[in-house]
Every structure is written in structure tokens, then in C-alpha cells.
């Protein structure tokens, strides 16, 4: 059911009868629950957030004498959540073997696999290019620094931490692909 103005309306209400007080509530809501499932691993917090309105604007009749609606809130988030765990199908990453561990005569699929990256590399959206560069160039302080920065540019840390995951995520698939054509 989509969220229609009228029943938002009705939401912001229940967290607060004054509208600006209300919409502080609704952005302190929104922080805390996307910071939830930021938390809990969740790849698209913002998503699961939208879900859990929606599911709260859908049961607001009930929950109008709640006297806690940032409770009632995360008790709905928490179900949202857990449904959301039930239909995630975990993906493992396999990491490269690091060259020091390679065996004799493998030179030539780390060539490959180079190549692979790099060809990966200019497939990448510059802005996407940019970030993944940036985030694995530096080392000791120049890392954190540089780290920091990337941070300020995409709203925290942890908005960072995901979008590298997706980004090397698709790396890694692409680099796989290339060097299985290759050899075959």
C-alpha cells in the first residue's frame, strides 16, 4: 500500500501535535532506525526504514495511545528486519590468493588476474573508480586521512564501508568472469 500525504500526515501527528517538533522526531526516527539496520548489516537500511513506515502509517490506529512511538517504531524495525534476514541469501567473498602464498608457476594467472582488474577498473563509473582508488591507495595515516575524507564526501563512515563493499563486490564478480574467459 502506498504511503499517501494523508496518512503521513497522520504519522508525523502521532510522534508529535506540534509540526516542527514532529518532524525533528521524524528525522531523529529515521537517523535511529537506518543507524539499526546499518548496524545489523543490512544493505539497503533506507529500504528496510521505508518498510517499517509503512508498515507503522498501516497499523497507526491501533498504536495511537502507544506512549513511546520511537518504541513501537523499533519493535516493528526489528520484525522488518528479521523478515529481511529470512530472505537474504548470504554471498561469501573469496579474496585472491596474496601473491606471497602462490605457488610456483602461477605468475602468469596473477598477470591474468591484473589484467582482469584493470580492464574491471575502467568498466567502473569514474565517481566509483574514484572512491575504490582512493580508499586502497595510502597507507598508515595517509590511509585514515584519506579514509576520513572519502567519509565527509558520503555522508560517514558507514555509508562508506557499503558503497566499497558493493563496489569491490562487483570487482570481484567481473575480475572471476574475466579470468574464467581467459582461460578458456
Known sequence: MPLTP?????????????????VQDYLSVRK????????????????????TVDIVVGKIEECLDCPNPLGYCYGVARNVW??????????????????LL?????????????????????KLPAGDREIVTQYHQYQF????????TLAIKLGGPNALR?????????????VVNCVKQSLN
Open 141 to 148: 595515516q595517509g590511509k585514515i586521512d584519506a579514509r576520513k
Open 82 to 99: 528479521r523478515k529481511y534476514m529470512r530472505e537474504f541469501k548470504p554471498t561469501f567473498r573469496i579474496d585472491i590468493e596474496p601473491p
Open 102 to 122: 602462490r605457488p610456483a608457476g602461477q605468475e602468469q594467472k596473477q598477470e591474468l588476474e591484473l589484467q582482469c582488474l584493470e580492464r574491471c577498473l575502467d
Open 32 to 51: 535511529k532506525l537506518t543507524r539499526f539496520f546499518v548496524h545489523k548489516g543490512c544493505d539497503d537500511p533506507d529500504a528496510l526504514f521505508d518498510e
Open 162 to 174: 557499503i558503497r566499497v563493499f558493493r563496489i569491490r563486490k562487483s570487482l570481484h564478480h567481473c
Open 6 to 22: 494523508e496518512a503521513f500526515g497522520r504519522f508525523l501527528h502521532w510522534l508529535s501535535s506540534d509540526e516542527q517538533q514532529a
